[in-house]
């Protein structure tokens, strides 16, 4: 079974990117990276050239993580029975993590008797702070499960990107991802839809990557606050509004998301230095996520 990893970057650390390639490439697998436009694409891409099975694809504009997962999606090969990981810039994983995932996905898949959707279970390090499995009912309500509670592969219903394992029959039968969400829920509406499918979304404990969701957090009584950018928590405030024009997300998640966006905007308004940026953000998105607007298209270029 072959598998190919897709690397989505923007403005990356290269320290970050030259071991998680090394890692990805092992083993004779194929490596995509798609590009946002960054200013060192450059640096990135002379990184890129010292790999044999790595394919840099630059984009002139940060086309936002939708988009760039699809360009790199339809540069994959024919094989429907190719693995496709996904990856961020900063994911982090072992030398030998990519064999645990095609072991772990052809197990499954021969208990489950179809093509499924696998992912990883996450931990910050740093703040020694568990990442919950989320699972929602039928009205769409979630519960929250801690990986270190199951000793097995148990479903979600929906999991991050990165670390995300599906087969390339399965991007074909679901779909692309939907650009219009540039960045925040691109993953959560996939999801949603390949569930809707009857495809089973696992995320399982032994497969553990490091992650950090914001570059800060604000603690606030029992709650931990991500802090993302201004620009960055306009997507995620809009697009909680685009989730109710999708049949399959229910309403209540919708709901859900668009009362905590905007609880959490108003958090990032009184107690982080960015107030005015964030309150831009605040009525930007709401108006924008109200009335639909979506974000233009964009045209790439290959790399100098």
Known sequence: MSLTSIIITFQPELSSVEPLLLACQSNGNSVIVVD???????????????????????????????????????????????????FDQDSSIGHDYLNQVEET??????????ALVLGPSFYNRVSKFEYPVIKLN?????????????????EASCIISSGMTVKND?????????????????????????????????????LVMEHEIGTNNLKLLRWRVPVHSAARRYYRIRNSFFLFNYSHVPKLTSLREIVFSIVHQVFLVIFTEEKIGHFKSLIRGVRDGLFYKRSKPRQSKTPT
């Open 36 to 86: 946002n436009g960054s200013e060192n694409a450059k640096e990135l891409a002379e990184v890129c050239q010292s790999f044999e099975r790595v394919n840099l694809i630059y984009l002139d504009a940060n086309f936002g993580i939708a988009e760039a997962q699809n360009i790199a999606i339809k540069h994959l090969q024919i094989d429907d029975d190719e693995l496709v990981v996904f």
């Open 105 to 114: 996905y052809q197990k499954l898949e021969r208990n489950y008797g179809r």
């Open 138 to 154: 039928k009205l769409g309500l979630r519960q929250k499960i801690l990986p270190s509670q199951f000793a097995h592969p148990t």
């Open 170 to 206: 399965t991007l074909k039968q679901v779909g692309l991802m939907e650009e219009s969400l540039f960045i925040d829920y691109v993953d959560t509406e996939w999801c949603l839809r390949a569930r809707k499918l009857g495809y089973p979304i696992l995320v399982d404990p032994s």
